[in-house]
C-alpha cells in the first residue's frame, strides 16, 4: 500500500472531540452478539491503512458511515445494497451491540464495524481514494454557541474526508438542525474538491435519497414538524 496522504493539521492531532461518551445500559442481546460477532465484524483501529479486499473477502465499492448510532438505517442500508461493502464508526456500546445484532439476524456479510474515534480512523485506516461513498447522518448538532467548535463538519475534516474518497465518491450529510444543516453547507460549498449535487432552485440542499431510510428519530420529528436537510457532495473527477 502507499503512503498515507498527511491529514490537515487541525484534524490530525485535534484535542476536541465531536462526541461525549455517555454510559449506556447493554441489552444481554446486545452483549451476546458483541462476544460471539464482535471477533468477525468489529475492527481494531489499525494503526496503518487497512487492506479492505482482504477484510472483505472481494473488491468492491466501500461506503464509510461515522456515527450510525443504534445502526437500524446502517443495517437496512447494507441490507438492501449487497454488492457494496460498508464500514460503520461508532464510540458508543449499546450501537455496537445493537448493530452487531442485526448483522447476525440479517446474515450480513458486507458490514465492518470500527469502534474508535472517527478522525483516527479516518487518519490512519482508510487507504487515500478508497471510499465511493461517506454517510454522516445526524451528528450531533452541538446545539450551543460555545459547543459549535465540536460539530463534526468543519473544513479541516472535510479536506481529510476528501482524500479518502474516490474521484466521483460522494458526500451525504443529513440533519434536522437548520442551523447546522446551513453550516454544513457553507462549509462544503467552500471545500473547491467537492461539487454540489442539489437541483438548482434548491437552496443548496438535496432530496432525501429514496435508498436513505427514514431513521425512527427522524420519523418523530417529521410527526412534530421538523424539516429534514440533506446535502450530497462529490469529489470532483
Keep these: 500500500m502507499g503512503r498515507m496522504a498527511p491529514m490537515p493539521a487541525d484534524t490530525a ?3 476536541i472531540r465531536s462526541y461525549v461518551l455517555r454510559a449506556g445500559r447493554m441489552g444481554s442481546g446486545q452483549q451476546r452478539a458483541l462476544a460471539e460477532l464482535g ?3 468489529v475492527l481494531p483501529c489499525p494503526p496503518q491503512p487497512l487492506d479492505l479486499d482482504a477484510v472483505f473477502g472481494r473488491r468492491a465499492p466501500r461506503v464509510l458511515e461515522i456515527g450510525f448510532g443504534m445502526g437500524d ?4 442500508v447494507a441490507a438492501a445494497q449487497p454488492d457494496t461493502d460498508f464500514i460503520g464508526i461508532e464510540v458508543h456500546p449499546p450501537g455496537v451491540g445493537a448493530l452487531l445484532r442485526q448483522i447476525g439476524e440479517r446474515g450480513l456479510s458486507n458490514l465492518r464495524i470500527v469502534q474508535h474515534d472517527a478522525v483516527e480512523v479516518l487518519a490512519r485506516g482508510i487507504p487515500p481514494a478508497s471510499l465511493a461513498g461517506v ?3 445526524f451528528p450531533d448538532p452541538w446545539h450551543k ?3 459549535h467548535k465540536r460539530r463534526l463538519i468543519q473544513a479541516g475534516f472535510v479536506a481529510a474526508l476528501l482524500t479518502r474518497l474516490a474521484p466521483g465518491g460522494y458526500l451525504h450529510c443529513a440533519t434536522d438542525w437548520q442551523p447546522y444543516a446551513e453550516q454544513m453547507l457553507a462549509v462544503l460549498a467552500a471545500e473547491p474538491g467537492l461539487v454540489n449535487t442539489a437541483p438548482a432552485g434548491a437552496g443548496g440542499y438535496a432530496p432525501r435519497p429514496a435508498w436513505r431510510p427514514l431513521t425512527k428519530f ?3 420529528g417529521r410527526q412534530l414538524g421538523h424539516g429534514v436537510w440533506d446535502l450530497v457532495f462529490e469529489r470532483r473527477p
Design 13 to 15: 492531532h485535534a484535542p
Design 39 to 41: 471477533p468477525r465484524f
Design 73 to 76: 438505517a446502517t443495517a437496512q
Design 135 to 137: 454517510h454522516i447522518w
Design 145 to 147: 454557541k460555545r459547543h
Design 218 to 220: 427522524e420519523q418523530r
